[in-house]
């Protein structure tokens, strides 16, 4: 059964680094999300993504955010200069093109440890 | 915005057991619920999920009710097994959004044998 990847599985960085978080979604799909997960918390939702634009984004998306897919199969958040703050498990997820374009399919997750 | 309940935050069943979890919405445009199971170190997985205009649906031993009216919406569990232990979140997505899913903040099941 065809899954949402997402590398790295951990990533540790630097206050004040960039970090490049990919996903590659199922093929066929074209919608695109990432949400994150403080420990502890609710799932949120960052930001849509579908045909190379953003469809909506959520207060959490900043400036210091951005996503990109930068060709037929990966899909990226971009943090510019981490904070603390950003210390999370990020969630990419996908959604078919027609009918249940509601229906999101998540991937395993990477946890980005800000220090 | 839309903002939703999820209860309760743990429970504890016996194996073959059901299970029930609530949730609550605010927002009456929602139109569509889904609900995932996350087990440790994984992502989310969708379990089942249902659209405003069905009030129940079935998919083996798991079940998922809504009422508009009172904007809730409850996952039911029969005959649970351990391999059912997890974290389930419900989640509710806005009628004009585009994919903005509004999680609950999850319960953590156990299911003891």
């Known amino acids: 059964e065809p899954e949402v990847t997402q590398t790295p599985s951990h990533q540790v960085t630097q206050m004040g680094q960039e970090v490049i978080l990919r996903c590659v979604p199922i093929s066929n799909h074209l919608y695109f999300y990432w949400y994150r997960q403080i420990l502890g918390q609710k799932v949120e939702f960052l930001v849509s993504f579908y045909n190379n634009e953003i469809s909506e984004k959520s207060e959490i998306f900043d400036d210091q955010f951005s996503v990109e897919r930068p060709d037929g199969s990966n899909f990226t958040l971009k943090i510019r200069s981490t904070k603390l703050e950003d210390s999370a498990m990020y969630f990419c997820?996908?959604?078919?093109?027609?009918?249940?374009?509601?229906?999101?399919?998540f991937g395993p997750g990477t946890r980005l440890t800000v220090l | 915005g839309e903002n939703v309940e999820q209860h309760p935050s743990t429970l504890s069943v016996q194996e073959g057991d059901s299970a029930v979890i609530k949730c609550t919405y605010s927002?009456?445009?929602?139109?569509?619920f889904p609900w995932y199971k996350q087990e440790l170190g994984k992502g989310p997985q969708l379990i089942i999920d249902?659209?405003?205009?069905?009030g129940e649906k079935k998919d083996q031993r798991i079940a998922v009710t809504l009422n508009k009216t009172a904007k809730h919406f409850s996952l039911h569990i029969t005959e649970t097994q351990p391999e059912d232990s997890a974290v389930y979140f419900c989640?509710?997505?806005?009628?004009?959004?585009?994919?903005?899913?509004?999680f609950g903040a999850g319960t953590q099941v156990v299911v003891t044998p």
């Open positions: 997820a996908s959604s078919p093109t027609s009918g249940r374009r509601d229906t999101q399919y």
């Open positions: 989640a509710a997505l806005l009628g004009d959004s585009w994919g903005k899913l509004q």
């Open positions: 249902i659209r405003s205009n069905v």
């Open positions: 927002d009456s445009a929602s139109n569509y």
